[in-house]
C-alpha cells in the first residue's frame, strides 16, 4: 500500500446510464484507502484519490459488475479512442441486426402479412420468429441481460435492468402467446417480438450515435497530447541521434529544428528562434527565444534552429502538468452534478416502482384487452425511463468547456470554479505580474549639462554592470536594446538599497536616490523638480552624478500589459467591482491604478494580509475573484471564492489557484467568467430538457393521455425517443466548443 495520498485514473468499461456512476463510485468508495472517487460518465473514467494500490480498485469495479483499466502516461486517450472507435462499430453491427428483424416484423405486422396466433401456421410460424428474436436479445441485448443480472446480485439496478425487463418481458409474454393465446383476454393475443427487437436496434443505434459525438468533447487533449512528438534530435558524443522521447534524459542537448515541435522543457543554449505558444498559452503571436530563455514540450518552432538543454521530462513537463489538469476538472463535479447523480442514484428503482403500478392500474380498470394494455403500458414506461439524458447532463458540458478553456490557455482546475466563475461580482487585482508586467523597464531619461540620453545610459550602466539589484537588470537591458557598449569602471562601491560609485574616465560618478546623492553633497538643482513629477507617476528616478554635479534621470518604471486598461474595462462593463491591492507605495500604487483604469486601491498590503482584504468584501456579500502570481498571493488566492493564478511560462504555479491563466492576460478572466456563464446555462438547459423529458414521458408512457384522447405510447417509439435523448444533451454541450 502507498504510504502517500496519490490520484490514480482508472477507464471504466461498460457504463450505460448514471444509475451505472453511482454504483461504481460506492464501489470505489469501499476500498481501504480511498479518499475520494468521482466517476465520469462523460468520458468512461474515474478519479481517485487515496492511499491504495491500483489493483485493489479495478477489482472492487469488477465485483460491482464492471470492468476497469489503469491510465498512465499521455499515450492512454490514443488507446482509449482506439476502443471506443472499436465499441462504436460494434453497436452499429447490434443496431443492423435488431433492425434487419424487427422492421420487417414490424411492416409485415402492420399490413397483416402473417398467419395469426393460436392457428397451426402460426404457431410454426411464431415458435420460428420467438428463436430468431432470441438468438437477435442475445447477440444485440446480451451485455443488458448480463449487467442487469451482476447488479441484481448486488441489489442494484440501472439502465440495464430497465432494458433487460422491458425487452425480456416482450419476448416472454409473446412466446407464451404462441401457444396459449387462447387464455388470452380477447385482444391481448398479440405478439411483441418486433417491439423487443426494435427497442434493441435503436438503444444501440442511439448509444452509437452518443459514444460518437461524445469523441468531440476530448478533442482538447487529443490536441494537447499530439503537441508531443514521438522522438527528438539529441545530441550525444558530438553526433545527432533521433531517439525516442521515452529515451531523453535530464540536461541531455537537443537540437530542435524549423517547423519542429519541442520535444521536452528546457533552455536555449545556442541559437535563436521565433516559437508559437498558442495551443498552450491561447496567445498567437510567436515568442522570440534566445539563449538563456525557456522553451515548452508541445510548442512549434517556425523559424531558426537551436539546441537546448533538458530540464524537465516525461510528466514533469509544463505539458503534462496541463494534461493532468485538465483531466482532473474535466472529472470533478460542481455542486450542480451531485444534485442530479443523487436524482439518478434513486431513479431506476423509482421508474420499475412506476412500471409495476401501471402494470397493475391497467390489469385491473383498464378496458379490454386488459392484460395487453397492462403489458404495453408497463413495457414502455420501462424502455422511455432511462436516465441517460440525465447522467450526461453535466459532466460533458463541464467537459467541453474545460476542454475549451484549455484551447485559449486557460486551465480551471476543478468543477465548482467553473460553476462559480459567472456569478463574480468583485475582482480583487495584485500589481506586480498581474496589472504589470512584472519586469522593470527604463521609461523615462533625462539628460543634462550637455549629455544625451545615450551617455547618460552608459555611464549608469558601467556602474551597475556589477549590479544585481532589479534596477540594473532593467538599465542593462535598455543598453543592450539599444546597442550601446559599456565603459571600464574603477574603485567601484555600491551602498545597498541607496546607490553605486565608481570612476569612468577619470571622473567620479554616482548613481542613486536622491538621499544618497545628498550624503555626498550633491544637489539635484534643476531636476529636482523633474524628480518628484517622474515620482507621481508611479516612476522610480534614480540620479546620475559627475563629479558631485546632477547631470541626469533615469527613471524606472513597472509599466502595465498592453491590455490591462481592456481588460478592466471589460469586467467594469459587465458590472464587476474592481480592486487593484498590491505591497507598493500608494503614490506609486495609485499611478498604476489610474493608468489601468481601477479606481479603488489598497496600497501598502502585506501578502498575508491580502487574504483579510479578500475576506472583508466576502463579508460585504461580494462573490470575490483573486487575481495573483499564485506565490506570494496563495493566502488570498486560496481564501476568494475563485483563485485566478497568473501562470507564465512554465513558472506556472498550477497548484495555487482554482484557475491557471496562461501568459497572464488579464482578458482571461472576463474569458473565464463568460464561459463559467455559457456552461452553467448549458449544463441547466440539459437537466431541465433531462429532468422535462423523464417527467413529462413516464405519465404519457403510462397511458394518462388514453382517457380523454385515446393515445397509447408505442413501446418501439419509446426506445428511439429514449435514446434520442442522449444524443440530443451531447450535441448542446458541444456547442460550447464554438466559444
Avoid at 112 to 139: D, H, K, N, Q
Avoid at 435 to 444: L, N, S
Avoid at 469 to 477: D, E, K, V
Avoid at 482 to 503: M, P, T
Wanted: include cysteine.
Amino acid at each position: 500500500m502507498n504510504e502517500q495520498a496519490t490520484s490514480i485514473r482508472l477507464s471504466v468499461l461498460g457504463m450505460r446510464c448514471a444509475g451505472c456512476v453511482s454504483a461504481v463510485e460506492t464501489a470505489l468508495r469501499e476500498v481501504p484507502g480511498v479518499i475520494s472517487a468521482d466517476v465520469n460518465f462523460a468520458d468512461h473514467t474515474a478519479l481517485v484519490q487515496g492511499s491504495v494500490e491500483p489493483e485493489s480498485l479495478k477489482k472492487a469495479v469488477q465485483e460491482a459488475g464492471y470492468d476497469a483499466a489503469v491510465m498512465e502516461g499521455l499515450e492512454d486517450l490514443s488507446g482509449q479512442e482506439e476502443q471506443e472507435e472499436k465499441r462504436y462499430r460494434v453497436l452499429l453491427n447490434k443496431a443492423g441486426v435488431a433492425g434487419a428483424l424487427g422492421l420487417p416484423l414490424m411492416l409485415g405486422a402492420h399490413l397483416g402479412w402473417f398467419p395469426l396466433l393460436g392457428s397451426a401456421s402460426g404457431s410454426r410460424f411464431w415458435s420460428v420468429v420467438s428463436l430468431l428474436t432470441l438468438a437477435v436479445l442475445y447477440y444485440a441485448g446480451g451485455h443488458f441481460y448480463s449487467g442487469a443480472i451482476k447488479l441484481l446480485r448486488l441489489r442494484q439496478a440501472n439502465m440495464d435492468t430497465l432494458i433487460a425487463l422491458g425487452t425480456g418481458a416482450a419476448w416472454f409474454y409473446s412466446t407464451v402467446a404462441i401457444d396459449f393465446s387462447s387464455i388470452l383476454p380477447a385482444g391481448s393475443q398479440h405478439a411483441y417480438f418486433e417491439a423487443a427487437a426494435v427497442i434493441l436496434a435503436f438503444i444501440n443505434l442511439g448509444s452509437a450515435l452518443e459514444m460518437r459525438a461524445r469523441g468531440k468533447t476530448s478533442s482538447a487533449i487529443r490536441q494537447l497530447i499530439g503537441l508531443q512528438p514521438r522522438t527528438a534530435r539529441v545530441v550525444r558524443d558530438g553526433r545527432e541521434l533521433d531517439v525516442p522521447i521515452a529515451d531523453i534524459g535530464l540536461e541531455e542537448t537537443l537540437r530542435v529544428r524549423p517547423g519542429e515541435k519541442v520535444p521536452v522543457d528546457g533552455t536555449v543554449l545556442e541559437g535563436h528562434s521565433s516559437i508559437d505558444e498558442a495551443m498552450l498559452t491561447g496567445e498567437s503571436i510567436p515568442v522570440e527565444k534566445s539563449v538563456g530563455d525557456e522553451v515548452i514540450a508541445g510548442t512549434l518552432n517556425q523559424s531558426g534552429t537551436f539546441l537546448f538543454k533538458a530540464t524537465r521530462i516525461g510528466r514533469d513537463t509544463v505539458l503534462a502538468h496541463i494534461i493532468a489538469s485538465v483531466r482532473q476538472a474535466q472529472s470533478s463535479k460542481p455542486a450542480i452534478a451531485r444534485l442530479a447523480d443523487r436524482v439518478a442514484a434513486v431513479f431506476v428503482p423509482v421508474v420499475v416502482a412506476i412500471s409495476a403500478f401501471t402494470f397493475l392500474v391497467w390489469w385491473v380498470f383498464g378496458p379490454t384487452p386488459a392484460l395487453g394494455y397492462a403489458f404495453v403500458t408497463a413495457m414502455t414506461v420501462l424502455v422511455i425511463a432511462c436516465p441517460c439524458a440525465l447522467g450526461l447532463a453535466t459532466p460533458i458540458s463541464v467537459m467541453v468547456a474545460v476542454g475549451r478553456a484549455a484551447q485559449k490557455g486557460i486551465l480551471i482546475r476543478n468543477g465548482d470554479a467553473l460553476q462559480a466563475a459567472g456569478r463574480l461580482t468583485c475582482v480583487v487585482l495584485d500589481k506586480t505580474g498581474t496589472v504589470t508586467e512584472g519586469r522593470p523597464r527604463v521609461a523615462t531619461v533625462v539628460a543634462g549639462q550637455g549629455l544625451n540620453d545615450d551617455e547618460v545610459l552608459v555611464l549608469a550602466g558601467s556602474l551597475e554592470s556589477g549590479s544585481e539589484h532589479p534596477l540594473a537588470g532593467a538599465i542593462l537591458s535598455e543598453i543592450e536594446t539599444r546597442g550601446l557598449a559599456l565603459k571600464s569602471v574603477e574603485d567601484f562601491q555600491a551602498v545597498a538599497g541607496r546607490g553605486v560609485y565608481g570612476r569612468i574616465d577619470g571622473h567620479s560618478v554616482r548613481l542613486g536616490n536622491r538621499a544618497y546623492l545628498a550624503e555626498a553633497g550633491v544637489a539635484a538643482g534643476a531636476l529636482d523638480g523633474r524628480i518628484d513629477e517622474l515620482a507621481a507617476g508611479g516612476q522610480t528616478p534614480v540620479l546620475l552624478a559627475i563629479d558631485d554635479q546632477a547631470v541626469g534621470i533615469i527613471a524606472i518604471a513597472d509599466p502595465i500589459k498592453a491590455d490591462s486598461r481592456a481588460a478592466v474595462a471589460r469586467l467594469l462593463e459587465q458590472g464587476v467591482r474592481v480592486l487593484m491591492v498590491t505591497g507598493d507605495n500608494e503614490i506609486t500604487a495609485r499611478a498604476i491604478a489610474r493608468e489601468a483604469g481601477i479606481t479603488e486601491v489598497r496600497a501598502q498590503v502585506l501578502p498575508q494580509d491580502k487574504a483579510e482584504v479578500v475576506r472583508a468584501l466576502q463579508a460585504q456579500g461580494e462573490v470575490v475573484g483573486m487575481v495573483g502570481d499564485g506565490i506570494n498571493d496563495a493566502p488570498a488566492l486560496a481564501q476568494a471564492d475563485v483563485g485566478f493564478a497568473i501562470g507564465a511560462g512554465s513558472d506556472i504555479a498550477i497548484e495555487s489557484g482554482d484557475v491557471v491563466i496562461m501568459r497572464g492576460s488579464l482578458h482571461k478572466v472576463t474569458d473565464t467568467m463568460a464561459l463559467s456563464k455559457a456552461t452553467v446555462r448549458n449544463i441547466k438547459q440539459n437537466l431541465f430538457g433531462a429532468f422535462i423529458y423523464n417527467t413529462l414521458s413516464i405519465p404519457v408512457a403510462a397511458g394518462l393521455l388514453y382517457p380523454a384522447f385515446g393515445l397509447l405510447l408505442n413501446p418501439m417509439i419509446a426506445g428511439a425517443a429514449m435514446a434520442l435523448s442522449s444524443v440530443t444533451v451531447v450535441s448542446n454541450a458541444n456547442r460550447l466548443r464554438s466559444l
